[in-house]
Antibody, heavy 122, light 107 residues
Framework: QLQLQESGPGLVKPSETLSLTCTVS??????????WGWIRQPPGKGLEWIAS???????YYKMSLKSRVTISADTSKNQFSLELRSVTAADTAVYYC??????????????WGQGSLVTVSS | DIQMTQSPSSLSASVADRVTITCRAS??????LNWYQQRPGKAPKLLIY???TLQSGVPSRFSGSGSGTDFTLTISSPQPEDFATYYC?????????FGQGTKVEIK
């Protein structure tokens, strides 16, 4: 059974870099069948897609965050990671990693991690 | 970016009521529309993709319909575990965007 697990610091200082890793078990991030992505949810608010990565290394970013975000993958560890630089309080959120399935009927997130709360505060 | 607007933002329903949630896209998205359920403190869970295809393991009391710009999620007879927040999400064009959510509470 596929499982995704986020890990990383729960507290980051303003202007510093938020770094999170998603460890995937029960499936391979090297599969050409799937993309892998990060989505965040500020406390009490809705969901926002941040970035995605494909097995061949192709990356996709939300334009408004692109200058501050990097998504990468380590296939040897079956992990993918998110870096968000120059964070502010507005980046405080629960960060989820998820798997993206592409079908004829369109892509969708079918498996999610449990989420990792990251608070930006001095 | 395509804007997704859900209505209502919240509703109260009794077990066995019929619940209907509407999602409207700011431009046509064909049938590239997904629905997720999120219980408090939990990750979203996929319910429906492609506007009307039920994800494996999701009870048949959930159904989705629509195309173009207007979509509906229906819960035919909500059970206690269905009281949660529901989000629509378009996957027609990047960035994939979500609606603001509809909270379904017990009356």
């Amino acid at each position: 059974q596929l499982q995704l697990q986020e890990s990383g610091p729960g507290l980051v200082k303003p202007s510093e870099t938020l770094s999170l890793t998603c460890t995937v078990s029960g499936g391979s991030i090297s599969s050409s069948d799937y993309y892998w992505g990060w989505i965040r949810q500020p406390p009490g608010k809705g969901l926002e897609w941040i970035a995605s990565i494909y097995y061949n290394g192709n990356t996709y970013y939300k334009m408004s965050l692109k200058s501050r975000v990097t998504i990468s993958a380590d296939t040897s560890k079956n992990q993918f990671s998110l870096e968000l630089r120059s964070v502010t309080a507005a980046d405080t959120a629960v960060y989820y990693c998820a798997r993206v399935v592409y079908e004829v009927s369109g892509p969708y997130y079918d498996h999610w991690g449990q989420g990792s709360l990251v608070t930006v505060s001095s | 970016d395509i804007q997704m607007t859900q209505s209502p933002s919240s509703l109260s329903a009794s077990v066995a009521d019929r619940v209907t949630i509407t999602c409207r896209a700011s431009q046509t998205i064909s049938r590239y529309l997904n629905w997720y359920q999120q219980r408090p403190g939990k990750a979203p869970k996929l319910l429906i993709y492609g506007a009307s295809t039920l994800q494996s393991g999701v009870p048949s009391r959930f159904s989705g319909s629509g195309s173009g710009t207007d979509f509906t999620l229906t819960i035919s007879s909500p059970q206690p575990e269905d009281f949660a927040t529901y989000y629509c999400q378009q996957s027609y064009s990047a960035p994939w965007t979500f609606g603001q959510g509809t909270k379904v509470e017990i009356k």
